[in-house]
Every structure is written in C-alpha cells, then in structure tokens.
C-alpha cells in the first residue's frame, strides 16, 4: 500500500525548533520527487519545501534560511528541520510525493495525513 506518515509535529515557542519525519510505504522515495505543504489555520494550503531524486532543494521565501528539507532513501524517510520558529509557521504540515524526477508546480498524487506545528509568542 502506498502511503506517507508524518510525525514530529508539536507545540514549541518561537525561536524554537522541531524536526518533521515523512515515512513512506510501498514506493522507493529516491525515484520520486517529495515535497513539504502546510495550511495555516483558516488559509489555504502553500509550498513549504521539494526535494526531487537528484538532491536539489527549494523552499518557500517565508522559509528559507531556516527549514532544511532532506530525505534518507534507505529509510524511506524524508525530514524538515525547522529552526528559528514562529508564529506564522504555525499550522499544518503536509508531506506528498509524484513519481518525477523533478518537482512540478503541482500533480502530488501520494499524500500525507498531516501533522500539526504550533509556534506561541
């Protein structure tokens, strides 16, 4: 069964710093793209971070600096290290996957459940 599982997600205080975990089942993630969404509370969802099979990364501008995307083929497993939280990171995070060597705009056909980052002031 193909599937992806996030955990990690918590309450923290700004400034501080949470590592979220991606576990995927039934599909080797080095041959696809992976990515990081998250929806805040009451908004739509946006673009957090992609990792595609050649190692590239990108991230979001409201990110950038202070989340790392990465992913550990033999684990099957992709991570965001989130550092210097706050406030407006708060919401939930998403992991999603596309069979693609390059990460597209959109088309993420495997979907997480979802895990939820709280960041008080």
């Known amino acids: 069964q193909v599937q992806l599982v996030e955990s990690g997600g918590a309450s923290v205080q700004a400034g501080g710093s949470l590592r979220l975990s991606c576990a995927a089942t039934?599909?080797?993630?080095?041959?696809?793209?992976m990515a990081w969404f998250r929806q805040p509370p009451g908004k739509e969802r946006e673009d957090v971070a992609t990792?595609?099979?050649?190692?590239?990364?990108t991230y979001s501008d409201s990110v950038k600096g202070r989340f790392t995307i990465s992913s550990d083929s033999a684990q099957r497993t992709m991570y965001l290290q989130m550092n210097r939280l706050k406030p407006e990171d708060t919401a939930k995070y998403y992991c999603?996957?596309?069979?693609?060597?390059?990460?597209?705009?959109?088309?993420?056909?495997?979907w997480g459940q979802g895990t939820q980052v709280t960041v008080s002031s």
């Open positions: 999603a996957s596309v069979r693609a060597h390059l990460c597209p705009l959109a088309g993420y056909d495997i």
């Open positions: 990792i595609d099979t050649f190692g590239n990364t």
């Open positions: 039934g599909f080797t993630i080095s041959n696809n793209c």
